[in-house]
């Protein structure tokens, strides 16, 4: 261990040139090294901590979108080489969605379960499109009885 007053080659971190210094020198070339490594860090992460806001900041102008029109437009994206009578059964599914809100719009950010559930109840209940006329469905929900495991 060199003594203090004693003199070593050092390389410096910031500019890469080697000098001759002094111990108690070199120690303080180490202590503003690591003190600069910790300003950048800080610097790091709030870059890194605005990048997160602007992430969030577009999930909530995400969250207001519609889902309705969303739906309508990705029909075509989705199927783009579909028949006609898949490509029927997703307008119609949003023709549905339509009739369920009443007109109004669905934002993506009001998606709960009991909103899902609504919409599922009343697909299964929906009136017949087209020239159809409404038949009554029998449909039989069997409970799932989570206490219960088959043997």
Known sequence: MPT???EIKRKCKVCCKVFVAKTLDSQACIYADNVRKLRQH??????LYTDKENE???QNERGEQ???KYFN????KRHPNSSNSVIVNWMRVG???KIYSQGNPIPFKSILVKLLEGIKM????APMGGNRKAQSRKIRL???SLSSRPD
């Open 56 to 58: 969030i900041a577009a």
């Open 122 to 125: 009343f697909l299964l209940r």
């Open 142 to 144: 069997q409970p799932i």
């Open 73 to 76: 437009g990705i029909i075509s």
């Open 42 to 47: 800080e610097r790091d992460s709030a870059i």
């Open 66 to 68: 519609d889902i309705i």
């Open 95 to 97: 023709e549905l969605l």
């Open 4 to 6: 203090i007053g004693s």
